[in-house]
């Protein structure tokens, strides 16, 4: 199993990036997937989650709104798109192939994790 994230960078309050993660080694379709980040100093947080056929998500209150998780099944990816960034969203963001369990919003509830890609966010 690889989940490889990208599309991490430096913007400008009120910009805009699209986070992408590239699934290989399991059958991507299967899996729930979701997005985590973790600023320093502090704990890995639930962002949002993306049910199988993607007609279900899941968001933190902090991104609702501004946030929108998809995923694309025949490119074994799953996106997050982040609009009206803000300095708080600043941290490592990570995507997460989730477990058979029903709780999204607690990283124990992911078996695996992409290698994490930086956003920062300037005032």
């Known amino acids: 199993v690889q989940l490889q994230a990208s599309g991490g960078g430096l913007v400008q309050a009120g910009g805009s990036l699209t986070l992408s993660c590239a699934a290989s080694?399991?059958?991507?379709?299967?899996?729930?997937m979701g997005w985590f980040r973790q600023a320093p100093g502090k704990e890995r947080e639930f962002v949002a989650a993306?049910?199988?056929?993607?007609?279900?998500?899941y968001y933190a209150d902090s991104v609702k709104g501004r946030f929108t998780i998809s995923r694309d099944n025949a490119k074994n990816t799953v996106y997050l798109r982040m609009n009206s960034l803000q300095p708080e969203d600043t941290a490592v963001y990570y995507c997460?192939?989730?477990?058979?369990?029903?709780?999204?919003?607690?990283?124990?509830?992911?078996?695996?994790w992409g290698q994490g890609t930086q956003v920062t966010v300037s005032s």
């Open positions: 080694g399991f059958t991507f379709s299967a899996y729930r």
């Open positions: 993306i049910t199988y056929g993607g007609v279900n998500t």
């Open positions: 997460g192939r989730k477990t058979s369990s029903m709780t999204y919003i607690s990283s124990r509830e992911y078996d695996y």
